[in-house]
């Protein structure tokens, strides 16, 4: 987890379960310290999610609590761009926005400062907040929380659909056609420049020349309630950018068509499916140091 603004003292997030030590039981789950975050009116993030696609049905491990903290409102935000595969880390992010939840892009390079870090120095992965006026802490904890933000390891992206940006909402009568807005700028070539509505891409942009900006107006067609995103990514690394690849994507910005909630049942049935490996997981772990612990 990555707990920013506590009010009060820190916090040692994510030390259970290891083994043979004084910290071997499962408990504190993670929500337990979400909790605790939030008690000091702190932002809880889930970081470097994920290496590879999840496969509830296949996986010989499932253990990670991310749906059940999400629906319980414990994650502020999502560390789409960490130590982690962020293509994968995408995929997850997406099945939840997929279902409603309003989860903003967060960003961390999780370097290991004291030595050459195996992905990159301090400040590889950020994420950019837009401030109106003045910057203070006030301003940028509501931002991240808000989800005005892009996250990034190099490229630098802007997105204006009808006059909105990341973080805000769009309320339509009906579906309909709305007016979009893209840029991008990047030290690196990039390959794939993308507009995402609901975990599809409806508009690709294709780069020319250098392949480092762009600004490009069009419309995008809006057919049910769900939410949007852009995205700049590329197939495969790049010496000027020391992470796996080059990738960028701003939060979404959320749409409502005819005062309808998004659905997608496939998705909940994937969440669904998940969270029984992880209950039967816990269920049959017999290292938690009391059976309160484990109820």
Request: proline share 7%; glycine share 8%.
């Given at each position: 987890?990555?707990?920013?603004?506590?009010?009060?003292?820190?916090?040692?997030?994510?030390?259970?379960?290891?083994?043979?030590?004084?910290?071997?039981?499962p408990y504190p789950h993670n929500g337990v310290i979400a909790g605790l975050a939030h008690a000091q009116h702190g932002l809880v993030g889930y970081a470097h999610p994920f290496?590879?696609?999840?496969?509830?049905?296949?996986?010989?491990?499932?253990?990670?609590?991310?749906?059940?903290?999400?629906?319980?409102?414990?994650?502020?935000?999502?560390?789409?761009?960490?130590?982690?595969?962020?293509?994968?880390?995408?995929?997850?992010?997406?099945?939840?926005?997929?279902?409603?939840?309003?989860?903003?892009?967060?960003?961390?390079?999780?370097?290991?400062?004291?030595?050459?870090?195996?992905?990159?120095?301090?400040?590889?992965?950020?994420?950019?907040?837009?401030?109106?006026?003045?910057?203070?802490?006030?301003?940028?904890?509501?931002?991240?929380?808000?989800?005005?933000?892009?996250?990034?390891?190099?490229?630098?992206?802007?997105?204006?659909?009808?006059?909105?940006?990341?973080?805000?909402?769009?309320?339509?009568?009906?579906?309909?056609?709305?007016?979009?807005?893209?840029?991008?700028?990047?030290?690196?070539?990039?390959?794939?420049?993308?507009?995402?509505?609901?975990?599809r891409v409806i508009a690709s942009h294709h780069l020319n020349g250098a392949r480092t900006q762009a600004d490009v107006s069009g419309r995008v067609e809006i057919p049910a309630?769900?939410?949007?995103?852009?995205?700049?990514?590329?197939?495969?690394?790049?010496?000027?950018?020391?992470?796996?690849?080059?990738?960028?994507?701003?939060?979404?910005?959320?749409?409502?068509?005819?005062?309808?909630?998004?659905?997608?049942?496939?998705?909940?049935?994937?969440?669904?499916?998940?969270?029984?490996?992880?209950?039967?997981?816990?269920?049959?772990?017999?290292?938690?140091?009391?059976?309160?612990?484990?109820?």
């Amino acid at each position: 987890l990555g707990l920013l603004d506590l009010d009060d003292h820190f916090l040692t997030p994510d030390f259970a379960a290891y083994r043979e030590s004084a910290l071997a039981s499962p408990y504190p789950h993670n929500g337990v310290i979400a909790g605790l975050a939030h008690a000091q009116h702190g932002l809880v993030g889930y970081a470097h999610p994920f290496d590879a696609p999840v496969n509830p049905d296949k996986d010989r491990e499932l253990s990670n609590g991310l749906p059940a903290d999400v629906a319980l409102g414990n994650a502020d935000y999502y560390e789409l761009v960490g130590f982690s595969d962020h293509r994968s880390s995408a995929d997850i992010w997406y099945r939840l926005l997929n279902l409603g939840f309003r989860i903003p892009a967060g960003a961390g390079t999780d370097a290991m400062a004291n030595y050459a870090s195996l992905r990159g120095p301090v400040g590889m992965n950020r994420v950019f907040i837009a401030i109106v006026g003045e910057t203070t802490p006030e301003k940028l904890h509501s931002g991240l929380k808000q989800g005005r933000t892009f996250v990034t390891n190099g490229p630098l992206l802007g997105l204006e659909i009808d006059g909105k940006h990341p973080g805000d909402d769009i309320t339509l009568i009906k579906p309909t056609t709305l007016p979009y807005h893209v840029s991008l700028r990047s030290i690196v070539p990039i390959d794939h420049f993308e507009l995402i509505f609901n975990g599809r891409v409806i508009a690709s942009h294709h780069l020319n020349g250098a392949r480092t900006q762009a600004d490009v107006s069009g419309r995008v067609e809006i057919p049910a309630s769900g939410w949007l995103v852009l995205r700049a990514w590329n197939d495969h690394s790049n010496p000027k950018i020391q992470d796996i690849y080059p990738y960028a994507s701003t939060s979404p910005i959320y749409v409502t068509v005819d005062q309808k909630l998004p659905r997608s049942p496939a998705d909940a049935a994937y969440f669904v499916s998940w969270l029984d490996r992880v209950i039967a997981g816990a269920t049959a772990r017999s290292d938690y140091n009391s059976p309160q612990e484990k109820q």
